[in-house]
């Protein structure tokens, strides 16, 4: 492995660390470029922060606060990480349990994030960071109900 590959490993795991310990965020912005663009994948009527996209470290700030007031998470943890060197990439699974705040139900979810890098004052930054996660569980948690409750589908 190369070192390349190295630094952008470390460079994810570190911000990924600081996801799952709750940083302050002093530490959670220091992660990412002054350039950065963020966008949580799905229907922009889920939540206030899906569906559309955050630029700069005051969009960060945006999401992040956002975040903050709609939801609650524990038991946060990643690994599966994939690193393209070429692309200055790295894509993760991540899991945790969450809460829609307002509502108080919460649920277990699996989710991915890509993250970009860019070289910025001689470090790797996140420029653009993107999360996949179930919008379905978060939506019904929005209308306080529990995704256990609804029926599935049988053939």
């Not at 470029?33 to 005051?58: I, M, N, Q, W, Y």
Request: hydrophobic share 35%; with cysteine.
């Amino acid at each position: 492995m190369s070192s390349h590959y190295d630094s952008l490993l470390q460079a994810a795991e570190s911000l990924c660390n600081d996801f799952a310990t709750k940083a302050d965020p002093p530490s959670m912005f220091s992660h990412f470029a002054s350039t950065v663009t963020a966008f949580e994948h799905g229907d922009p009527h889920f939540a206030p922060f899906v569906g559309r996209e955050f630029k700069g470290l005051d969009g960060m700030k945006e999401y992040f606060g956002l975040l903050g007031k709609y939801l609650a998470y524990e038991d946060m943890s990643f690994g599966e990480y994939f690193v393209d060197e070429r692309q200055n990439k790295v894509s993760v699974k991540g899991k945790g349990r969450f809460t829609w705040v307002p509502t108080g139900v919460n649920w277990d979810e699996g989710f991915t994030y890509t993250l970009d890098f860019a070289s910025e004052d001689g470090k790797l930054k996140v420029s653009r960071y993107q999360v996949w996660a179930d919008t379905g569980a978060l939506y019904l948690a929005r209308l306080g109900q529990n995704v256990e409750d609804i029926p599935a589908i049988s053939k």
